[in-house]
């Protein structure tokens, strides 16, 4: 949902948003619609957990359509998202004290060969060669030597595969943040329990046999645990034996 749309007014229709393709709900949600008709109707997005929370992964939350901004809009507090770039940045300063052909001349970025040119003027460089030969500015890696393209792709795979210092994190320890819905921010999010762990198409197959009765709305996890609580059964043929005191008699022989 990159943008909010509302939808216009009836008098017989609720407010509601129209959908716009998001990278967090791509692939990861769908809707459903409650009610009859124009009347009493009401909209619902079943979804991944959005932001932080301390949710699987794996688990579904159900919110109405016309409270999904408010997760969206707080997937990180502006305290996190400073701890999240600074964390970025501690970083990148270690990768790039570690990489061969790239480093450090105060907070600029340098290439390490011959006499240590600034990058940004190989970079334009590089993209001249590629707009001039009719290809996309994006590509300038192509158009660089090949000591220039092995330092560079070392250096981004670096950044991809590599984690936060642990001696960075303990001297800025990270902020607790929970991504919570409603206009006051006070709704955590929920796991439908009967979906967790299912894949988006068995989840909408799940939905809609619970809607229509056709299976039981409590997970296969609650199920276990009640078996687990009853006491067994018992056995064919045994007779169970009453419990002192129990105000019951029996028959003399």
Known sequence: MAKVTLSKIGPSRLLEVDWVKNSVLKDNC???????????????????????????????????????????????????????RKAELAKRQEVLAARKGRGLEGQTE?????GAPAIQPTI????????????????????ADSAVQISERSFKEALRTQAIPGWWVV??????????????????????GYLSGLSLNTAKDKVLRVMLSIDSNESEAEDEEEEEEAPPAPKPGSSSKEKPGSGTTSPKK
């Open 124 to 143: 334009r460089t590089c993209m001249a060669a590629a707009k001039a030969a009719g290809a996309k500015e994006s590509e300038w890696l192509s158009y």
């Open 30 to 84: 769908f809707v459903i619609w409650l009610g009859s008709g124009n009347s009493s109707s009401s909209q619902w997005v079943v979804h991944r957990p959005i932001g932080e929370t301390s949710l699987k992964g794996d688990s579904w939350v159900m919110t109405p359509s016309r409270d999904l901004e408010f997760l969206l809009s707080r997937r990180e507090s502006e305290e996190l998202s400073s701890w999240n």
């Open 110 to 114: 340098v290439w390490t060969f011959d």
């Open 171 to 192: 001297d800025n320890p990270r902020p607790h943040h929970e991504t919570m819905g409603g206009p006051l921010g006070d709704v955590p999010q929920k796991a439908v």
